[in-house]
């Protein structure tokens, strides 16, 4: 009996349906180390925080379109075969069944001596064990599935492999209406994103007040002073309301800048500490960390050293 022919339809059906899979299965482990960072923080590892946790919103983003092209491509496929057996014996398809057993079984494998390398070397934290049960378990689920669909296991026990889709589905679902709660609504992350905007906006106020000090020696009398129509600088405004941000010069060398939040936050992560601005007992001399901030207006109060910025006269 001649072996049936892969169409370029099969071709590009086996294709997409292994693509759509791996990076379903990817994103899954991927979002899971997420929530595995954000329970078990690492001070060693962890050098600043994502303020938009940008690695859990592309997880989510991903397992909520690949999941559901993986379900309809492998629906089609097992349709077209259901309606031509013959197509069971596709080079096509026990090539990919065999490449992604291969794969799974090589993740499973690394993933043991990761973690008899990592326990020798008395390195064995609570957030790297959860990472490799993990990536042992999905792996593991993953290797052993495909192993059956080659022997033929899921064809001859089509109820089962309703029952494992559909848990496989609920665990993929769970997985991305976890992301919602750390994250919390699109909304939410929109006043985020204003909130930290509006602390870049401060940050390069600042700088520009301590310019503008050290070429006239005094402070500006109103924020507008600071503009500079030569080079092209205008004084930012709150992104959310258009309204200008709030300076007040308190002394020769004392200012103070002020912005109304959405919610409570860090500041900014992003930063490195660096640029001291002040000696005064009770204040922060570290650019990051001064600028957490509540909900509602905050004033940020600032003391400019003439040592460290001395005038560019002297």
Known sequence: MDKPKVTPKDFFLWAGAMVALYGSVISFITLLFEYINHTFPDPLLDYYIDPYSGGI???????????????????????????????????????????????????????????????LGGDLTTRFGLKVLVLLLVAGGVFLHFLADLRGYWNANPGRAKQVGIGAGIAVLASIIAGFFILGSPMEMRLIRFDYQKVSDLQNIQWQIINYWQQKESLPAAIEDIEDPLSGYLVPRDPQTGEAYVYKRNSPLDFTLCATFNKEGIGDPYSYPSRPISAVPGKSNMENGTWDHGAGEVCFDRSIDPERYPPYSK
């Open 57 to 119: 919103r592309f997880a989510m983003a991903s397992l909520i379109v690949l999941v559901p092209v993986t379900i309809i491509l492998m629906r089609y496929i097992r349709k077209d075969i259901a309606r031509d057996p013959a197509k069971n014996d596709l080079w096509v398809r026990r090539w990919a069944l065999v490449l992604t057993v291969f794969l799974a079984g090589a993740a499973v494998v690394g993933d043991l001596i990761t973690l008899i390398n990592y326990f």
